[in-house]
Every structure is written in structure tokens, then in C-alpha cells.
């Protein structure tokens, strides 16, 4: 059974930073992307950031470039985002996913999903 488990959110003041991480199990991810979504209380799921496997070139949200910083260890089966600079707006149930080859920003391209991990970001 494949399993994405999200953790590290938390509660954080504006300008304060958090690392989420995720971890997969079930199944290699050899090939696949990786990707972080968010979704704000009566908002759609919106694109965070991507991480191919081959060169682990990334992708970035306009909202999310020069803050984050996604990374993946391809060994332990992880990845990871790194959140600097957080601003209030940022408050949303962070999502760790998986799809082949490609990284998209659609959420419904993506074929395995984390239950999530909640970002609050007091001002």
C-alpha cells in the first residue's frame, strides 16, 4: 500500500520559517515527481512546488520563489520543503504528491496524495 505522510506544520509568526517533510512508502518513486499543494480554508488546491527525479530540477509557485525551497532525498524515499519568510497568506493544509515523469500544476494530475499537514501563519 502506498503511503505519503506529511509532517512539520505547525503554528509560526509572519517572517518566521518551517520545514515540511514527506515521507514515502509502498513503493519507489524512481521516475516520479514530486510535488507540494496547498489548499486555504474555501480555496482550491493550488501548486506549491515540484522536484523531478532526473536532475531534480524544480519548479515554484510565483508565490512560493525565492521563499521555499523544495528537495527531495532519492535514497530515503523523501522530500522535503523548506519555508522562510512566511506571511500570513501562507496559512493553508500543505499537501505532499506524486505523478510520473513531469511536473504540472494540476492537481488532478497527480495519481497519490498525503492526507496533509496544517501551516498557520499568525501576522
Known amino acids: 500500500q502506498v503511503q505519503l505522510v506529511e509532517s512539520g506544520g505547525g503554528l509560526v509568526q509572519a517572517g518566521g520559517s518551517l520545514r515540511l517533510s514527506c515521507a514515502v512508502s509502498?513503493?519507489?518513486?524512481?521516475?516520479?515527481?514530486m510535488a507540494w499543494f496547498r489548499q486555504a480554508p474555501g480555496k482550491e488546491r493550488e501548486f506549491v512546488a515540484g522536484?523531478?527525479?532526473?536532475?531534480?530540477?524544480?519548479v515554484y509557485a510565483d508565490s512560493a520563489k525565492g521563499r521555499f525551497t523544495i528537495s527531495r532525498d532519492n535514497a530515503k524515499n523523501t522530500v522535503a520543503l523548506q519555508m522562510n519568510s512566511l506571511k500570513p497568506e501562507d496559512t493553508a493544509v500543505y499537501f505532499c504528491?506524486?505523478?510520473?515523469?513531469?511536473?504540472?500544476?494540476?492537481?488532478?494530475?497527480?495519481?497519490?496524495w498525503g492526507q496533509g499537514t496544517q501551516v498557520t501563519v499568525s501576522s
Open positions: 522536484i523531478r527525479w532526473i536532475h531534480m530540477s524544480t
Open positions: 509502498g513503493r519507489s518513486f524512481s521516475g516520479y515527481v
Open positions: 504528491a506524486a505523478r510520473p515523469l513531469v511536473v504540472t500544476i494540476d492537481p488532478n494530475t497527480y495519481n497519490y
